[in-house]
């Protein structure tokens, strides 16, 4: 059952939007809209997603109001990974939160939280409960990214891989599971908070997951 459709993951993080082809985001606000309109000519129902933001940049959405795009999305997202990227404290959420809120009055939903085992997986499992007493009825959709590790073969999505060093190494540690599909001390502690509790997992075409 689709019960949204979101537009583009993170555009305002460089690894998915490249700023200097479009340094002031106009195409990818233009596509923005144009594939809003489609949606809703399709299903005049169906939520309309701008996709999460990474960082949480109140002044990237402020870009977006000022090109007419949030007039065509009906709920906002936010991406967030404090203890393995983000630049602030896990506690942070309710204020980060509230710095959106401060500006838009549309729905806020969180797409992408999750914390790495790439330390250690009893950190992971203190993440998701910590996760959840933060998040849990302070925004109607919470989704835990992922419920897989990334492939060791694969290549994470970022610009300058390796040269990351433990930055770029921590993509393959998100999951629930690990790659051979066996669980993490995390799957545990996630169970108690679903289903108010989502999962977020990206698939590539022809997965063999």
Request: aromatic content about 12%; glycine content about 6%.
């Amino acid at each position: 059952m689709l019960e949204a459709a979101m537009i583009w993951n993170e555009p305002n993080n460089k690894s998915h939007w490249d700023p200097e082809v479009d340094p002031g985001w106009g195409r990818f606000a233009e596509m923005a809209i144009l594939a809003a309109q489609a949606i809703r000519a399709e299903n005049a129902s169906l939520p309309r997603v701008l996709g999460g933001i990474s960082p949480i940049d109140p002044g990237f959405l402020a870009n977006m109001q000022a090109r007419c795009v949030l007039e065509h999305m009906d709920v906002l997202a936010v991406h967030g990974f404090p203890l393995d990227w983000n630049l602030w404290q896990i506690d942070e959420w309710p204020h980060k939160l509230a710095q959106i809120r401060a500006h838009h009055d549309k729905p806020l939903w969180v797409t992408e939280v999750g914390v790495s085992s790439f330390g250690a997986e009893e950190v992971q499992a203190w993440g998701v409960d910590r996760t959840a007493e933060l998040l849990i009825g302070r925004t109607p959709r919470v989704y835990w990214y992922s419920l897989y590790d990334l492939p060791s073969a694969w290549e994470a999505t970022t610009r300058h891989r390796e040269a990351e060093g433990s930055s770029y190494y921590r993509h393959f540690y998100m999951g629930l599971l690990r790659e051979d599909g066996s669980p993490k001390a995390a799957l545990e502690r996630f169970a108690c908070h679903a289903p108010r509790l989502g999962v977020c997992q990206w698939f590539h075409f022809e997965d063999h997951r």
